[in-house]
């Protein structure tokens, strides 16, 4: 069978400027539309027809539920394999993206809405975490798993605080009041900031940790080189030499979990996570069967 390939990507660069121009910042804000358009171009790589249908979209979504599909006519360029089968939540984004792209582009209206276009249902909320044991055995190891001496200080701190690594390489020596043993964590994502106490054992590993290093830089913590981390280098780190469930399992879902686990209530836990709604902090509650107050809503 002859294959002709008339270009190199299926989307021509002048078609994806006119669509950007029509929509962004009028449908659509810059974020989204960068998510849409590498849906946009996955589409138009598997699809051979010129005038795609509601039939098309449901194929398509069925492609990419597929959890026996081996291979997709498409390179991942989102710095992970393509899974085995892509969630709920990706399909319908995708739906929303190649709605609004065919009624530009091929000036066709598919009616449905994503939601009943895609297969399946919404997952539920399954975070991952780990045991008190884990990142009691994680803390630990610390010293010995990698050869940045903070480690151990840092871990201990952002599981204790409930940080996000973003919010951990912003922590800053001044930030820590180890006579009242709080820390001052400047959030990220809306939050608001916050002074957080901390246990006596995370007290004493900073201590440790500021009695060894050099902090000139003003940063609580820095890597082997005595550099600041950043969110990204962090991240990784942490993935790679302390806990392969990644610094978002170990400092967010875990202890937040765990402090509604061991029966603390849900407004100390609302306040110690600095969630930005209540009703994310009511996600992690019913996940572990603990009662949602009505102010939190749903
Ligand atoms: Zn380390």
């Known amino acids: 069978m002859a294959v002709t390939y008339i270009d190199m990507s299926a989307v021509s660069e002048e078609d994806m400027q006119t669509f950007r121009r029509r929509v962004v910042g009028r449908s659509i804000g810059e974020d989204t539309f960068e998510a849409y358009q590498l849906w946009i171009r996955r589409f138009e790589d598997w699809y051979d027809g010129d005038?795609?249908?509601?039939?098309?979209?449901?194929?398509?979504?069925?492609l990419l539920e597929d959890p026996s599909q081996p291979v997709y006519p498409w390179a991942n360029n989102v710095g992970r394999?393509?899974?085995?089968?892509?969630?709920?939540?990706?399909?319908?984004?995708?739906m929303s993206a190649l709605k609004m792209w065919i009624r530009r582009q091929y000036d066709r209206e598919i009616p449905e809405q994503p939601?009943?276009?895609?297969?399946?249902e919404e997952e539920e909320?399954?975070?991952?975490?780990?045991?008190?044991?884990?990142?009691?055995?994680?803390i630990e190891q610390a010293p010995s798993a990698c050869n940045c001496d903070g480690c151990q200080a840092a871990?201990?701190?952002?599981?204790?605080?409930?940080?996000?690594?973003?919010?951990?390489?912003r922590c800053r020596v001044s930030d820590v009041d180890l006579e009242n043993g709080d820390v001052y964590v400047r959030a990220s994502k809306g939050s608001r900031d916050s002074t957080v106490t901390i246990s006596d054992h995370t007290v004493s590993l900073i201590e440790e940790w500021l009695a060894i290093s050099d902090h000139s830089t003003g940063k609580?913590?820095?890597n082997t080189y005595g550099s600041p981390w950043t969110k990204g280098s962090w991240a990784t780190h942490v993935i790679e030499y302390h806990c392969e469930e990644g610094s978002h399992a170990f400092g967010r879902h875990t202890p937040i979990l765990h402090m509604l686990q061991s029966g603390m209530s849900f407004g100390d836990v609302y306040r110690r996570a600095r969630h930005k709604s209540p009703a994310t902090t009511a996600r992690y509650a019913r996940y572990v069967d603990v009662d949602v107050p009505s102010w939190a809503g749903d």
Do not use: C, H, K, W
Request: proline share 6%; hydrophobic share 35%.
């Open 155 to 169: 871990l201990s701190l952002s599981y204790d605080a409930v940080m996000r690594a973003s919010e951990l390489v």
């Open 51 to 62: 005038d795609p249908t509601l039939r098309d979209l449901e194929d398509f979504d069925t």
């Open 125 to 138: 909320f399954d975070p991952t975490y780990l045991s008190r044991e884990r990142v009691r055995e994680i």
């Open 220 to 222: 609580l913590f820095t």
């Open 81 to 94: 394999p393509a899974p085995s089968s892509y969630s709920y939540s990706s399909r319908n984004q995708a």
């Open 115 to 120: 939601g009943d276009i895609v297969i399946g």
